[in-house]
């Protein structure tokens, strides 16, 4: 289905659209996982008489940890960007093109549970051999689920066929 355009909106997809890290975000999501990292790892630390306690608290401090470089290793390269939305399809950080034809599915993940995000996940499915699916995890991004849709639409319309690229 072809949505209008105004010639304004038209000339602006003529770019690609680059889309950064929210330091912010970045930096705040460090400051929660050094704090849960901090309890939890007092909480194991108490807790080393009793095994099994001790081992899933000790998990959970591990998942704190992991969660806790997740944020500070983007903060290093904060003027690269983590998503290119363009004519040709999207650029993934890691250099992956999914051009607007090989898509099948795409489609922003919002999960909440009691109103606390639980999970903020680009899916996108394709014809591609591989991958066949690709997911990137978007919490920390500049950007939400209605202006990354509203970008996919205007830059899709523009799309040119596969057997020209």
Known sequence: ???????????KTEQPHAIYYSRTKLISG?????????FFGLLTYRLRAETGAMLLTGLVTFGAIRMFFNCVRPLGSLDKPALI???DGIR???GLLIGWDD?????????TYMGIPILKMVQIKTTL?????????????????????A????YSQGATPSATR
């Open 1 to 11: 289905m072809q949505i209008y355009s105004s010639a304004q909106t038209k000339k």
């Open 30 to 38: 460090a400051v929660i996982w050094t704090l849960g990292m901090a």
């Open 85 to 87: 939305i363009g004519k």
């Open 92 to 94: 993934f950080e890691d």
């Open 103 to 111: 898509m099948q599915e795409n489609v922003y993940l919002n999960q």
């Open 129 to 149: 051999d591989k991958p066949k699916v690709k997911k990137m995890r978007v919490a920390a991004l500049a950007l939400d689920s209605d202006e990354y849709l």
């Open 151 to 154: 970008l996919c639409d205007s």
